[in-house]
């Protein structure tokens, strides 16, 4: 029979109940999730930085230039009511 108290802490910590099947199940998916953790504690990782994502250190932006897009009218023609550069809204106070 299989030591489920790990399963049934957890379970009694998230305020949950589980069943007996599903304490075999969860149990078997932690045996083998911490499997997982021996086998990767086994791994030589001397002399490998740390790696904190795929892409470089240097980042890659481009410089923050204005511009003029020319989509405000386009937007605007789009509006149901506009007045100048602004939409035109019916007054929200009185």
Known sequence: MKDNSPIENVAKL??????????????????KIIDYVDKLKAVNVDGV??????????PVLRDDQAHVSGLSRDILENAPAA???????????E
């Open 83 to 93: 007045e100048g550069n602004y939409f035109k809204v019916p007054p929200v106070i």
């Open 49 to 58: 930085l740390p790696l904190r994502g795929l892409h470089s250190d240097a």
């Open 14 to 31: 998230a305020r949950i109940e589980i069943t007996e099947q599903e304490k075999d199940f969860l149990g078997g998916q932690l045996a």
